[in-house]
């Protein structure tokens, strides 16, 4: 019998993935789900197979990661062209290679000090506003938004309206005309902010992914432009938003794991790591289509059939993280695929882990004694959206500081 897919998460920890995956795991066999989308597919549970099968080619990223939890989702639309999440082959390469010095390590490092700085900054705004204050609104949002609106040349002072629109495009229960209004004017907005990059180069990632593209002789179309910049706005900050937010809360909900990282500001590298596995904020896991006749385990997806990596259940699997439901700031789990895995690996983790990594080496030293300012069973969280955490954070601490 094919099971409904598990889309939310258990109500007993917010923390865990849905309780079906440790099934599946222990199994080892495929799982056929039926999904919002109105297709079946596979549910790929452990974490070898997750990343033997995000590396093969035979694999077609041309479907939203997340199209199986959208109602009746088209899955028979064209591709947008510049769609880096979605394009594969030659045409993926090109853009990746466009993109990837953008984004490699060294760059992301040299950006730092800044990130530190725009970090400190929203701290003292909220010691000088006073407790109790929400979280997600003055610290979760604005550090990524800042930090993304730089990076692409985007006015600061656009931002409250960018939110607005990017938070409204992750949802998955259904298009609405407010949506379809927010993803117009969003996309209006990168068309104009484009044009006049094109107009006048500045230093900015759109400015040089412009003068990069003419200089390799495959100059970026306006739509490819557009299409980039749309993705890296809502990419760049709703993930790491809501890291940020429900990191904070599975640390002060494990007070011991806090404890060590409050000692040690130097344990914040490995906490990133292990946050980003525990949690596993892209919950509904990556929708793939075969292309070709795909053999997994002792089974075999036809070609033209549906798959998903459950990230989530990969990031628990039991034989590559002992004690995997256990927040352990210390364990080594850098090997965990919170990123995705193969050739569509988030472009911009070395930007998250950087922002991470400042934001917990910062906030609980400046604010030592930081605790939720409601109890933890009455927070919110957002299930509903292709990014998991919480709607609100409201924290309060001893002051002054």
Request: charged share 25%; glycine share 6%; with cysteine.
């Amino acid at each position: 019998m094919t099971e409904s897919f598990p889309v939310g998460r258990p109500s007993g920890c917010p923390f865990d993935p849905a309780r079906e995956y440790a099934a599946y795991r222990r199994t080892g066999e495929l799982a056929k789900v039926a999904t919002p989308a109105g297709v079946d597919a596979y549910v790929i549970s452990r974490y070898d197979d997750v990343r033997t099968l995000l590396r093969d080619s035979r694999l077609s990223s041309r479907l939203a990661p997340s199209d199986h939890v959208v109602p009746d989702a088209d899955l028979e639309r064209e591709v947008e062209s510049g769609s880096i999440l979605q394009v594969d082959g030659a045409a993926h390469k090109r853009l990746r290679r466009l993109l990837a010095t953008e984004f490699a390590a060294r760059r992301m490092e040299a950006m730092r000090p800044r990130i530190a700085a725009m970090i400190d900054e929203r701290i003292d705004a909220m010691l000088a506003a006073g407790g109790p204050v929400d979280l997600v609104k003055e610290f979760a949002l604005p550090i990524p938004s800042l930090v993304i609106c730089e990076l692409l040349g985007v006015p600061y002072a656009d931002r409250d309206e960018f939110q607005e629109r990017s938070a409204l495009l992750v949802r998955v229960d259904g298009w609405t005309d407010e949506i379809g209004r927010a993803s117009d004017e969003l996309n209006q907005y990168i068309v104009g902010l484009v044009l006049a990059k094109q107009a006048e180069r500045e230093d900015d990632l759109l400015s040089r992914l412009i003068t990069r593209g003419e200089e390799s002789g495959t100059p970026l179309s306006l739509e490819e432009l557009v299409t980039v910049g749309v993705t890296l706005l809502i990419a760049g900050h709703e993930t790491t938003a809501n890291m940020i937010a429900l990191s904070t809360l599975a640390l002060l909900r494990n007070p011991d794991e806090l404890a060590k990282l409050r000692s040690d500001p130097a344990l914040a590298p490995a906490a990133v790591e292990e946050l980003l596995r525990y949690l596993s904020v892209v919950h509904f896991g990556l929708f793939r289509q075969v292309t070709d006749e795909l053999p997994v385990g002792s089974s075999t997806i036809e070609a033209g059939g549906f798959l998903i990596a459950a990230l989530s259940s990969a990031n628990r699997d039991e034989t590559v993280f002992p004690d995997p439901d256990r927040l352990d700031v210390e364990r080594e789990a850098a090997a965990h695929v919170a990123f995705g895995f193969g050739p569509h690996q988030c472009l911009g983790q070395q930007l998250a882990r950087v922002e991470l990594q400042e934001v917990f080496t910062r906030l609980f030293t400046r604010i030592p004694t930081l605790r939720l300012a409601v109890p933890f069973e009455e927070i919110d969280y957002r299930n509903n959206t292709l990014v998991y955490g919480v709607t609100a954070l409201p924290v309060t601490w001893d002051g002054p500081i």
